[in-house]
Each structure stands twice: as C-alpha cells, then as structure tokens.
C-alpha cells in the first residue's frame, strides 16, 4: 500500500537550473567560444561542510575551450536544502557575499546584476580576445 501523497515535482525551479541555463545562454551569445558549466557540491574545496544553513555549492565556472580548456570561476552560490535565502560570492572574494537573496524574482535580479557587472565583462572580453 502506497501512502505517499501525488508528489508534483515538475514545476520545481532551483538555482542549479536557472545557472545552466545562463551558462547555456553564454555559449549561445558567444557562438560556443566561450562555455559554462556548473560545479555543484556539499563541502568546499578543504572538505569542510559549509555553516548549516548554507551546505549546498554552485560554482559557475567559464571554459575556453580554444585555449586548452581554460577555466575561470566566477561566482558560486549556496544555500541550504530549503534554497532561500541563498548567498551568491564572487569566487575571488570568498567571505564577502554580494548578494543575500530572499526568492526566485530576487535571485534572478541578483544574477542579472551579476552577469552585468563590469568584472564579469572583464573577464568574458578578456577570454574572448585571446581566441577570436
């Protein structure tokens, strides 16, 4: 006898799928010169699990695949199992949040700040200049 409940798990949004799909995004607007994909864990890099609150990973991280697979990471994200709040870091300063985000509507504002910001233009014409 079955006693769970009708369990809709289609209509399920979380950061790891809406950073794929920017990653996706990016290799579209740069005609796959420039790639992404997300590196996603429960522990840092030390192996060490991060505050409770926060134990889950994404790092977004950009390949140029020209230059012998060249990757940068940009930002990561973490939250915890109930995804909000989360916080999105620059991967270069790791212990200052940019971003501590509320919702989904927050969360895509945020990325769409990130991905505007003048540090990540740098970074995308920099690899991009190197291949084209």
Same mark, same amino acid.
């Given at each position: 006898m079955n006693l769970w409940p009708e369990l809709d798990l289609n209509n399920i949004s979380t950061p790891a799928m809406v950073l794929k799909d920017q990653a996706e995004y990016l290799s579209n607007s740069t005609n796959n010169v420039l790639n992404a994909f997300i590196k996603s864990s429960? !522990?840092? !890099?030390?192996?060490?699990?991060?505050? !409770?609150t926060h134990p889950i990973k994404h790092e977004f991280v950009i390949i140029a695949p020209q230059l012998k697979n060249y990757s940068y990471e940009l930002f990561y994200?973490?939250?915890g199992l109930d995804i909000y709040p989360l916080e999105i870091f620059?991967?270069?300063q790791k212990f200052k949040p940019i971003y501590t985000v509320r919702n989904e509507a927050d969360f895509l504002e945020s990325l769409k700040q990130v991905f505007a910001d003048p540090k990540t233009f740098k970074v995308i014409q920099a690899l991009y200049t190197q291949i084209a």
């Open positions: 429960v !522990t840092d !890099t030390n192996g060490n699990y991060f505050e !409770t994200v973490v939250h620059w991967s270069d």
